[in-house]
């Protein structure tokens, strides 16, 4: 099995004759064109229908494809992909705590070099993390995933890398299905007044200098309303009730890290000034009234702008002016 797929290259090769096909191919025929025995050809088969692909057997006629996995699957996120580096490596695990975890013990084995762009996918995780500590509560049907990055601008710049998270699963949201994400301070996605996807940026640094940088990306995707957990503070939608059906994951994230990979491009040019205002033109947070929460105060006034670091500007009724790195944000 290679790293991280559940899908030998012999059932990707059987699974990629199946596709190209419409209507049924014997297994005599999936033989001679794998170079495999024909009961290799139906364990392979087997395998595939266990990752969730509908496979219909005949004994007269062969085999045939009726419907893709519903699993977030490399080979299906690969089929939709048109970056350069972003996602050319990706990682599945049915299960695991944190992808962000995952990526951590990755690059503490090896230099984080050899990681960039890749990226760490789960179908469901049971210790997520979210924002200021907060258990970031990942059930299977949504998009739960860690891009390894080693970025070469300066530290204080590294808030542009999550704007250009922020902007491209907006910008997704609104390409695919013309819903108007938009985006809470610091990088919360919103639909209407709910929260729909949130990111976390975990830096591995010494110095001004940078190891590497791994940007969790959660995204309630296709969850069931009775599996969302919503809190008092953060009332939380998903992809697939504000659409009314099931999302096609895979053409989602791929689309998405399209979408991001252009943005960080930028970044790394130093573009910071196109990435600020693609943001504002984004954002539901400047022009408004907010409260914001600190874990030693809170206070309210009017978010007036964000400044080159990406803190935010608010004005105090007492007309003082305040810059805020980090805590939340309440409309
Ligand atoms: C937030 O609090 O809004 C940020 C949530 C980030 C969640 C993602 S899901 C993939 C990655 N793995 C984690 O444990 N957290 C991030």
């Known amino acids: 099995m290679r790293k991280g797929n559940p899908m030998n290259e012999t059932s990707e090769k059987i699974l990629e004759i199946l596709e190209r096909q419409s209507g049924p191919i014997s297994g005599e025929k999936i033989s001679e064109m794998t170079g495999i025995t024909r009961s290799a050809v ?67 084995k090896k230099d984080a070099e050899n990681f960039n762009g890749t990226i760490l996918i789960a179908e469901e995780q049971t210790g997520g993390v979210g924002r200021l500590g907060r258990a970031w509560f990942s059930p299977s049907g949504g998009i739960w995933t860690t891009i390894i990055l080693k970025p070469t601008i300066p530290i204080d710049k590294l808030f542009f890398v999550t704007m250009s998270a922020s902007i491209a699963v907006a910008r997704t949201i609104r390409r695919m299905y013309d819903i108007g994400a938009l985006i809470k301070w610091p990088n919360d996605i919103y639909i209407g007044d709910k929260k729909v996807s949130g990111i976390l940026l975990e830096l591995a640094a010494e110095a001004d200098q940078i190891h590497y940088c791994l940007l969790g990306i ?111 944000c309440t409309p």
């Open 218 to 328: 959660g995204i309630d995707a296709n969850i069931k309303p009775e599996d969302l957990q919503c809190s008092l503070q953060t009332p939380i939608t998903s992809l697939n009730i504000e659409i009314g059906h099931d999302i096609d994951r895979a053409k989602f994230l791929a689309t998405m890290l399209g979408e991001f990979e252009r943005r960080y491009k930028l970044v790394e040019e130093g573009e910071y000034k196109a990435i600020s205002r693609e943001w504002k033109s984004l954002s539901l947070t400047l022009e408004k009234r907010v409260r914001i929460t600190t874990p030693r105060r809170t206070f309210e006034g009017e978010a007036i702008d964000l400044d080159e670091y990406g803190a935010l500007i608010i004005k105090k009724d007492n007309g003082k002016v305040e810059r805020i790195l980090s805590g939340d």
């Open 42 to 108: 139906w364990k392979n088969i087997n395998e595939l229908k266990e990752l969730g692909y509908s496979i219909e057997s005949t004994k007269s006629k062969g085999y045939e494809l009726k419907e893709s996995t519903p699993k977030l699957l490399p080979h299906e996120i690969k089929k939709y992909l048109k970056t350069d580096f972003i996602g050319k490596d990706i990682r599945y695990f049915k299960n695991t705590p944190s992808t962000t975890w995952v990526a951590k013990d990755l690059c503490s």
